[in-house]
């Protein structure tokens, strides 16, 4: 094992990171050391967000943008200021375009029924297209089938080729003329593809469509730029990048916010009310109805201050090179299948696979007796499973805290697996 972690090359100080992590510290089962490789589904916390969260609520808890007493001001002041790291963080032109949610699924469901209820030229109805993928999140795929049901329009989708890539072969015949929004992950969460976002933005923009990219499992492991992108929304979630649960980002072009209807109504999100009728305050908070997660943001901004201080292109740099290794070391597993791309190029650090016919949750259930933490099922990405004639899989997904030793863990605990079941 030594042998084949030499010529790692772009690693982090992970002894040095993973001090600031409580969790890493735990064991399970008897004193066995937890080794987390689950950060697709949530990332571990920081003591830095822990610490910003606790300091929020013992000393700045107030809600925001009503009170003119200190305490209310400094909430206020704490909860605005995270917006302002956000936009920073993603390049966002403007601050007003970063709309917090409570996760990218209620960001995406944003983004659906603002269309839905839009006018022209943005509204989507039986005359319509939306397009999406075969290999996206449940939450990428559901809103826009709700959006097809209520509306008439179609629903298109790109497949998936044998070795975990959209096909886009007949992009041309799937983004067409009648196409209202292509909505699609820019990193899967289940075969870890990164996909080839400006093919096609290039297209959607031929036919005049709008693009929204769900950004969930990109965020937290590269440089994310909103205006290189050239998408018009972008959605993505903080307890996956070492931010705390129930916050979310949607951003969005500041004329598309202008222009489109809110999704909620209620406090803080109007202008005027009357019994007859109201008008709305301008984004980011016409799209923020009732109380915020104010603490969550507030998280979310010291999850931000503490990835740029590690540097996202560093971060990118060592999750590829556990990737890569990781990615090695598990092709020379007996009957192990990847399912999805099996090189690091182009592909996230989240790795799916079967080992022969024990069934996921079985892998799952006896590698958690050696501490190993994995994710097992369809990952909310049945599509996928259907795709490739598997009822689920065990995926493994690293982070800025993964070690090679984590790999070396997992790998054994996968030969304990084969014993176990003969």
């Keep these: 094992m030594t042998d084949a972690r030499q010529g790692l090359s772009g690693l982090l100080d992970t002894e040095a990171i993973r001090k600031d992590f409580p969790l890493l510290d735990r064991t399970v089962h008897d004193g066995k050391?937890?080794?987390?490789?689950?950060?697709?589904?949530?990332?571990?916390?920081?003591?830095?967000?822990?610490?910003?969260?606790?300091?929020?609520?013992?000393?700045?808890?107030?809600?925001?943008?009503?009170?003119v007493y200190t305490i209310a001001e400094e909430a206020t002041a704490l909860y605005e200021g995270a917006r302002d790291k956000v936009a920073a963080f993603i390049n966002a032109p403007s601050r007003d375009e970063v709309i917090f949610t409570k996760n990218a699924s209620e960001s995406l469901n944003l983004v659906a029924n603002m269309l839905g209820w839009a006018d022209e030229p943005y509204r989507v109805d039986r005359d319509t297209e939306i397009v999406t993928t075969e290999m996206e999140h449940h939450s990428n795929i559901v809103p826009w089938q709700?959006?097809?049901?209520?509306?008439?329009?179609?629903?298109?989708?790109?497949?998936?080729?044998?070795?975990?890539?959209?096909?886009?072969?007949?992009?041309?015949e799937i983004i067409t003329e009648k196409t209202k929004i292509v909505s699609f992950t820019l990193v899967s969460n289940i075969l870890g593809?990164?996909?080839?976002?400006?093919?096609?933005?290039?297209?959607?923009?031929?036919?005049?469509?709008?693009?929204?990219?769900?950004?969930?499992?990109?965020?937290?492991?590269?440089?994310?730029?909103?205006?290189?992108?050239?998408?018009?929304?972008?959605?993505?979630?903080?307890?996956?990048?070492?931010?705390?649960?129930?916050?979310?980002?949607?951003?969005?072009?500041?004329?598309?916010?202008?222009?489109?209807?809110?999704?909620?109504?209620?406090?803080?999100?109007?202008?005027?009310?009357?019994?007859?009728?109201?008008?709305?305050?301008?984004?980011?908070?016409?799209?923020?109805?009732?109380t915020p997660p104010i603490a969550q943001a507030v998280g979310l901004g010291a999850a931000v201050d503490y990835l740029?201080?590690?540097?996202?292109?560093?971060?990118?740099?060592?999750e590829k090179a556990i990737t890569e290794y990781a990615l090695k070391r598990l092709l020379d597993v007996p009957d192990l299948r990847i399912i999805g791309p099996t090189t690091a190029e182009d592909r996230g650090a989240a790795i799916s696979f079967t080992l022969g016919d024990i069934h996921p949750h079985d892998v799952g259930q006896v590698l958690d007796e050696q501490g190993v933490a994995v994710r097992v099922g369809h990952h909310c990405a049945r599509p996928v499973c259907l795709r490739y004639g598997i009822p689920a899989t065990t995926r493994a997904s690293f982070y800025l805290y993964s070690t090679p030793a984590e790999v070396d863990a997992l790998v054994d605990g996968l030969e304990h697996v084969r014993n176990f079941f003969g």
């Excluded at 999704?263 to 923020?288: C, D, N, Q, R």
Aim: hydrophobic share 40%; proline share 5%; glycine share 8%.
């Design 33 to 67: 050391k937890v080794v987390y490789l689950d950060s697709a589904a949530t990332s571990q916390k920081p003591r830095q967000v822990l610490d910003a969260l606790n300091t929020y609520y013992e000393r700045h808890n107030a809600n925001v943008h009503r009170g």
């Design 146 to 172: 709700l959006l097809a049901q209520r509306t008439g329009a179609k629903l298109k989708w790109f497949g998936i080729t044998d070795d975990g890539r959209l096909d886009l072969s007949n992009i041309d």
């Design 193 to 290: 593809t990164v996909n080839p976002v400006e093919r096609i933005i290039r297209r959607a923009q031929q036919v005049g469509a709008l693009v929204c990219i769900d950004a969930s499992q990109a965020a937290p492991h590269m440089v994310l730029d909103v205006q290189a992108l050239q998408a018009d929304f972008v959605a993505f979630t903080g307890h996956k990048m070492v931010g705390p649960t129930g916050i979310g980002v949607l951003w969005g072009r500041q004329e598309l916010l202008e222009d489109l209807p809110p999704f909620l109504g209620g406090g803080e999100m109007i202008e005027t009310v009357s019994m007859h009728s109201s008008t709305y305050a301008p984004a980011p908070h016409k799209f923020e109805a009732g």
């Design 308 to 318: 740029t201080s590690i540097g996202m292109e560093k971060i990118h740099n060592h």
